[in-house]
C-alpha cells in the first residue's frame, strides 16, 4: 500500500503560515513526522499562493529533501510549476495530478515520461464529472491509453476514481469502491488511489467515516492512498483493513504495528 | 440491518454464574441495555449447561420477556431445546441455528415452518468446512432448497457464510465478503448475517479488526449481524459502514446516530 502523505498543503493554514514565514523548522517537522509514521511519499503543495506558487512550491521541496530521503509527491495542476521543481528533485516524484483536460494532460505527460515520475490520473473530464461507476471506469480507460501513448508505464500511473461527499452524493462511496474493483481488473497493472477528504464533506465524525471508507476501498484492491499517517485511528484502520483484504500474510504486518503501540 | 444481540450467552462468565444463580435482575439488565443500544433480537444461549440447557434457557427466556418486547434469537443446535423453548414466546423468533446436518435440519425445519421464526443458516455441511467463496455459495444454495421445502419462506433464512480466524486463514474475510456478496445476488430475498468474533481470533486489538470486517461485509450486501450493541466504537463503524455502503440515505441515521452521542 502506497502512502502519500497530505499534511504539507498551504489550504492548511498553520502550512501557509510557515510557507509564508519562510519557517523551514515547521516544514521539515512535517516531513520528518510522516516519514517516521510510514509515509512513501511526501506531497508538497503551495497552491494558494496564486501567482507565486512556484517559488513558494520550490522553498518547500527544498525544506523538505533536507528533512527526509523519501520521493515527493508534487501537487499542482500547473504544467510550469511542475516543470519548475522538476530539476529540484533528488529523486523521480510523484505528479499530483493530471486530468482529461488536454492543457493539463499534454502539459505533464511529457514531463512524467521524461523523468520517469508516477503520475496521479483524476477521473474527470472537461465534459463530465464521473459520478457513476460506468462513467469512472470509462474515463479510467481514457487514461490509460493517453499515458501509455505520452511513454509513461501503465505501472507508474495511479488512477483516482474521484469520490464525491456522501451527504450529497449517497452512491458516492459505492461508485468509487466498484470502480476501483473493476478498474484493478480490467487494467492490470496500474494502480489506484484515492483521497479521503471529499467523502464526508458536510457530515459529523468526518475521520469515522474516512477510515471506513479506506477499509473497505483496500478491500476492492486500492493500493495507494493520500493521507495523514500521523493519525493514529486512521493508520490503525489501513492495517486493519490490509488484514481484513487478505494483503497482509498472517496478519505479520498488522501484529508489527500493533507491537509498535500502532493500532491502540 | 438487523442486529441479534449476543451479550446474554453462557459462554461469558458473568452470564453463566447469573442463570447459576438465578439472578434474574442481571438477565434482564443485559436484556434492556441491549434494547436500549438498538437490538432487533435478544440473542439466549445456555448451551453451557450440558444437560440442563432447557430448564436454564427457559428461565431465562422468561427473565428476558419480562425486560423488553424484542423477539428473542434462541442460539442452540438442539432441536429438543428449541422445541422446548417455542411455546413460550410471546413474539416469533429467530433461531440461531441450523447447518446441513440432517438431525438438525430435519429436526429444526418444522419447528422455525410451524413457527413463522427466521432461521440462521450456517454454510457448514457434515462433509466440508466451507473455506472458499465457491464453497460457502454453493452450501448457501443448498441451504436455500432445504430451507424453503421445509415451507420457511425464503426471506425467513438468514446465511451466516461463516468467517475463520484471519490468523490462520488469510483469505478468510475475503471469501466470506465475496460470498456474502454472490449470495445476496443469486438469492434474491434471501439476508446473509454474520458473527463478528472468529475473524480476529488469536490476533491483536481484536474488536479493531472486527469492526473493520464488519464495515466492509456491509459494503458487500450483509444486512444481519451478531454483536454486542453497547460496544461503542463497533456500533458507529456500523453506523459509518451503512453510509458508505449507500444504505442509509443522505446519511440521515449516521447523523440521528451522532445526535444521540452514538458515534464519538
Request: aromatic share 4%; proline share 6%.
Amino acid at each position: 500500500m502506497l502512502i502519500a502523505a497530505e499534511r504539507i498543503n498551504s489550504s492548511r493554514k498553520r502550512v501557509a503560515q510557515a510557507i509564508e514565514a519562510q519557517d523551514g523548522e515547521f516544514i521539515r517537522n512535517e516531513a520528518r513526522i510522516q516519514t517516521e509514521a510510514g509515509a512513501d511519499y511526501i506531497d508538497v503543495n503551495a497552491g494558494a499562493f496564486v501567482g507565486n506558487e512556484l517559488e513558494c512550491l520550490k522553498w518547500v521541496v527544498e525544506m523538505v529533501q533536507a528533512a527526509t530521503k523519501l520521493p515527493l509527491s508534487i501537487d499542482s495542476p500547473d504544467p510550469a510549476v511542475i516543470e519548475g521543481v522538476l530539476p529540484l528533485l533528488k529523486r523521480p516524484p510523484m505528479i499530483n495530478s493530471i486530468t482529461l483536460e488536454p492543457a493539463r494532460l499534454n502539459g505533464i505527460l511529457p514531463l512524467a515520461a521524461a523523468h520517469g515520475a508516477k503520475v496521479i490520473g483524476l477521473c474527470q473530464s472537461e465534459e463530465i464529472m464521473a459520478e457513476s461507476t460506468d462513467d469512472k471506469v470509462r474515463l479510467a480507460g481514457q487514461l490509460v491509453e493517453s499515458v501509455t501513448r505520452a511513454g509513461v508505464p501503465l505501472n507508474n500511473l495511479y488512477i483516482d476514481p474521484l469520490v464525491y461527499p456522501l451527504a450529497t452524493h449517497p452512491q458516492a462511496a459505492m461508485a468509487a469502491m466498484e470502480a476501483i474493483e473493476r478498474i484493478m481488473k480490467e487494467y492490470a497493472g496500474v494502480h489506484t488511489i484515492c483521497g479521503l477528504t471529499n467523502i464526508s464533506y458536510g457530515l459529523p465524525e468526518r475521520r469515522l467515516i474516512n477510515r471506513t471508507f479506506l477499509a473497505a476501498a483496500i478491500s476492492r484492491g486500492l493500493d495507494a492512498v493520500i493521507l495523514d499517517p500521523t493519525d493514529a485511528p486512521l493508520f490503525a484502520a489501513l492495517k486493519a483493513g490490509l488484514a481484513v483484504a487478505a494483503r497482509d500474510d498472517y496478519s505479520m504486518d498488522y501484529i508489527a504495528a500493533f507491537r509498535a503501540g500502532r493500532l491502540g
